[in-house]
């Protein structure tokens, strides 16, 4: 029973160059959750999002920033024209409802930018 | 006033030692809490969750109290790989933006 999968763990972009993150949610989940979380800082919501709707967006940079989840597939989250300020720890969490279930987290893609 | 907050620590107790940590909640509506711990570099990793009478797994007990909106977590005879830091989760209602965590109580088990 696989848990939520992200990939890849560790991804170098240079500075103006697209960053792709990717997140399979466990089985049965149809909830997933993307937060960044900074050296020494808690968690950052950024978007919520259930099979092909963007639920909700109100953590997410105006610009830069989209996230989708397609009816097959999973989840992405893509940052165009990265900036150092980018560099961070980006988690994705599922979640079978929107109610009262606990968050599942994935390991984590570690987003360098040189 | 942060909607989340939890004493940021470190706590450093020997092993053995029964150790506590409370979390404050503003939003008097939400209506789920959960436990999750990280270790350094880390995902989280749901602990418990926490529920109104009160719960217990092994030497975990987790508190609610509505009346004064905090929750606490209790950890008898501490390991020394309870290390981490907790954070404390609270939901408010179907919205994600409502699903705040604290930024964390860092523990530190020594010998």
């Known amino acids: 029973n696989a848990g939520v999968m992200q990939n890849p763990r560790h991804l170098v972009r240079r500075r103006g160059q697209e960053a792709r993150l990717r997140c399979s949610p466990m089985?049965?989940?149809?909830?997933v959750y993307w937060y960044r979380q900074l050296p020494e800082e808690g968690l950052k919501f950024m978007v919520y999002l259930q099979k092909e709707n963007i639920i909700d967006e109100s953590g997410m940079p105006k610009e830069r920033f989209s996230a989708e989840f397609p009816k097959e597939g999973p989840s992405i989250l893509r940052i165009q024209q990265v900036v150092r300020g980018d560099s961070a720890a980006y988690f994705c969490a599922s979640s079978p409802d929107r109610g009262g279930s606990p968050l599942h987290f994935g390991n984590g893609t570690r987003l360098t930018v040189t | 006033r942060k909607e989340v907050e939890q004493d940021p620590g470190p706590f450093n107790v020997p092993e053995g030692a029964t150790v506590a940590f409370n979390c404050t909640y503003s939003?008097?509506?939400?209506?789920?809490f959960f436990w999750y711990r990280q270790d350094c570099r880390k995902e989280p990793k749901l602990l418990m969750s926490v529920y109104s009478s009160g719960n217990e797994d092994g030497r975990f007990t987790a508190q609610l109290n509505r009346a004064s909106q905090y929750i606490s977590l209790l950890i008898r005879d501490s390991k020394l790989s309870d290390s981490a830091t907790y954070l404390c989760v609270v939901k408010g209602d179907s919205s994600a933006s409502k699903i705040i965590f604290g930024s964390g109580t860092r523990l530190s088990i020594r010998p």
């Open positions: 939003n008097s509506a939400s209506q789920s």
């Open positions: 089985k049965g989940h149809s909830h």
